[in-house]
């Protein structure tokens, strides 16, 4: 991004940013006003609710009353009050009185609570009842919420308890009116608030009726059920975020018992159009004043950019090797002296780039000569005791020459082999080919090339290493090239055997770690500092007495060719552990 389009972002954004503070600042207030109106609303509707269940039951209590003292119910008494009573002839008294007062339920009892007539539930005649009534609501003087089984269902209801007395024997009136649709349009609630009384999960209604996905409200109202306190919510009924409703639940309780959950909602649409209202205000102020920014910022950017785009240009070229690139400077402002400390800068990259140039070259120099010199100096020095011994064979005991001349030239062979090995080590880590990859099974690769060594553990006069072998269920395949893998896969074997000279263990894992191969080679040996370990990979150097240090570079070097990462960890006298981690096969 150029230094013009910043200019134009940065004013452009300052202006959109107010704009954007003031509109969210504005949404926020909004929202909790709103919040707070229908919060006031649904309390208002529990209240009214309340209210409405006060003066229902007063009612309902008054017309219990008045069957009470009917004379049917003083002849049910008389009747029952006798040694051997005949009670069927009542058995439709209840169903009368309750058509006559408008009682949904009604039950006469005897003493003992059978039931001598039944309104809603005539075949119960003899039964006791069942209603959910504690012993302090049989003398409770006002109506109270209870739930009442019923031929379709339970069904919740506000219901009052009266009881009569003939000599001895007492009977009792316990009637009322169901929790219903009715009753919830009798609360007269405001526009935008709905009243909806949760029964059960198969039963919810409104004023209007049963309630269409009324699962919804599960969560809701087992929050209700586990706190016994009210609760609130948002529900959204469907895609459309205007659908949403916030609700209240208020359990329904006797004792300990939820009989439902009545729930007070208010709609949001009202508020979500005000949001919306309110955030494309914002968008078109903001965008205008955008526009506005982008000319204000591009009148200013015209006049400081077009330096600046110099020295961009300048810097590019510097960052693509071209040193000798330079600015015009033509003023003495601040745009001015970054031009000329620029100009100064390149001057001095160059002079320290043909210092650096040089010392480099220096010190890889003295490195490939000291390395060198170390390898070369162990087998020359026996080459050079061999030929004296010959020399010294020749003139002093001829008759032994011969014997002295074959045991010289063997030991001759023996330390060329070793010079050409060293030679070609440095000649393989010189011209590492590119791999030449294939479809390999890891387990499989480690599982050979283990074999290989195994004869050589097993060895007798050395001490023995045990192997390990934790690897993954199945094959591991990964695209490589075997013989490369392979090679680096030995070297990291020989530098574990190396690292225990008196013997160990040599710990092989492989398993998917996170998408990629993950390779392990781990030994007990006495392992290595922490400034080693991040040396360890570094070519020449080594922390053996006898070693190229060539070893791990070209593992290294193996690794990375095949789009791997390989690292080390290790503790003075806890082992080292190699880690290698490469794509699976097919993997992008």
Do not use: C
């Not at 169901?178 to 608030?193: D, H, M, T």
């Not at 791999?435 to 004869?455: H, I, K, M, S, Y």
């Not at 894992?509 to 922490?530: C, F, P």
Request: net charge neutral; no cysteine; charged share 25%.
């Amino acid at each position: 991004m150029t230094f013009r389009t910043k200019l134009l972002v940065v004013t452009s954004l300052t202006v959109a940013g107010a704009v954007a503070l003031v509109t969210g600042v504005v949404s926020v207030a909004t929202r909790r006003a709103f919040e707070t109106m229908d919060q006031q609303r649904r309390n208002a509707l529990l209240d009214q609710f309340q209210k409405q269940l006060d003066a229902q039951g007063d009612e309902i209590t008054r017309r219990i009353r008045r069957i009470a003292a009917s004379d049917e119910m003083l002849r049910i008494a008389i009747e029952a009050s006798r040694r051997e009573p005949d009670l069927a002839p009542f058995l439709q008294t209840a169903a009368q009185q309750a058509e006559g007062q408008s009682l949904d339920f009604l039950d006469v009892l005897k003493g003992d609570a059978t039931i001598v007539s039944s309104a809603h539930w005539p075949a119960r005649f003899g039964f006791r009842n069942d209603w959910l009534i504690t012993a302090e609501d049989w003398q409770s003087p006002k109506a109270f919420l209870t739930r009442i089984p019923a031929p379709e269902g339970t069904a919740v209801a506000l219901i009052a308890v009266q009881r009569v007395n003939a000599g001895e024997e007492k009977i009792t009136i316990a009637g009322g009116k169901r929790l219903n649709r009715q009753f919830l349009e009798s609360l007269g609630v405001a526009p935008g608030v709905r009243a909806l009384l949760w029964l059960s999960s198969s039963e919810v209604l409104d004023a209007r009726g049963p309630v269409a996905d009324a699962a919804k409200l599960t969560p809701l109202v087992e929050q209700a059920r586990a706190t016994a306190k009210p609760a609130t919510g948002v529900i959204r009924w469907r895609e459309a975020r205007s659908s949403s409703e916030a609700l209240l639940a208020m359990p329904l309780l006797r004792g300990d018992t939820m009989l439902g959950v009545l729930l007070a909602g208010t709609s949001l649409a009202d508020q979500m159009w005000l949001e919306q209202w309110i955030l494309y205000t914002g968008v078109l102020v903001g965008g205008s004043g955008i526009l506005l920014g982008v000319l204000v910022g591009w009148w200013t950017t015209e006049r400081v950019s077009r330096p600046v785009a110099q020295l961009a240009s300048a810097a590019k070229s510097v960052a693509a090797g071209d040193l000798s690139a330079r600015v015009p400077v033509a003023g003495k402002d601040e745009i001015g002296s970054l031009g000329r400390a620029f100009n100064h800068m390149t001057q001095q990259l160059i002079e320290q780039r043909e210092r650096a140039i040089q010392a480099e070259r220096v010190a890889a120099w003295r490195e490939l000569a000291r390395r060198l010199a170390h390898e070369l100096k162990n087998p020359l020095f026996p080459l050079q005791i061999t030929v004296e011994n010959l020399q010294r064979s020749r003139t002093q005991t001829p008759e032994e020459f011969d014997e002295v001349f074959r045991e010289s030239t063997g030991t001759l062979l023996k330390e060329i082999s070793n010079l050409k090995t060293i030679i070609g080590r440095f000649s393989d880590f010189s011209r590492m080919p590119a791999p030449r990859l294939e479809p390999v099974d890891l387990n499989g690769l480690v599982r050979d090339t283990l074999q290989l060594f195994d004869a050589q553990w097993k060895q007798p006069g050395r001490a023995p290493i045990e192997a390990a072998l934790e690897l993954s269920s199945g094959e591991l395949q990964v695209e490589a090239d075997p013989e490369q893998l392979g090679r680096a896969l030995r070297n990291l074997v020989l530098n574990a055997m190396d690292a225990m000279p008196e013997g160990g263990t040599l710990t092989v894992r492989t398993q998917w770690l996170n998408g990629t191969a993950h390779l392990e080679v781990s030994d007990t040996g006495k392992g290595m500092s922490e400034e080693e370990a991040s040396r360890l990979f570094t070519p020449y150097y080594t922390t053996k007495q006898h070693g190229t240090g060539l070893g791990l570079a070209i593992v290294q070097s193996v690794i990375s060719d095949h789009k791997g990462r390989i690292a080390v960890h290790s503790e003075p006298g806890k082992g080292a552990t190699f880690t290698i981690d490469l794509p699976a096969r097919n993997s992008a």
